[in-house]
């Protein structure tokens, strides 16, 4: 039984830091677009809104005003994180 549970605990570990990746990766693609708005590095702001652990695992995309983020989070399992990993897209408005 005891294998069960501990597969059973990293699988909603797993998904629970899926979760809270996600989340950050808004609010990271929402502080790039802020910084495209106002003229600034907008990787650099996406990168400074992530905490430390999770700065190595984003990717910043600019095209245009069009900020895309995509977090991976840290797994145990190894291939999970990019099973898991989260991209959000943040608008710099109009032109």
């Known amino acids: 039984m005891l294998p069960i549970?501990?597969?059973?605990?990293?699988?909603?570990?797993?998904?629970?830091?899926?979760a809270v990746v996600r989340?950050?990766?808004g609010h990271?693609?929402?502080a790039a677009a802020i910084a495209k708005l106002r003229g600034e590095d907008p990787k650099a702001a996406a990168r400074a809104a992530l905490p430390g652990w999770s700065r190595d695992e984003v990717t910043v995309r600019v095209e245009g005003r069009q900020v895309r983020?995509?977090?991976a989070p840290p797994a145990i399992v190894p291939g999970v994180a990019d099973a898991l990993a989260s991209t959000v897209s943040a608008d710099a408005g109009p032109a």
Do not use: D, G
């Open 5 to 18: 549970y501990v597969a059973v605990t990293l699988a909603m570990t797993h998904l629970l830091v899926a």
């Open 69 to 71: 983020v995509r977090v």
């Open 23 to 25: 989340e950050l990766a």
């Open 28 to 30: 990271a693609a929402e």
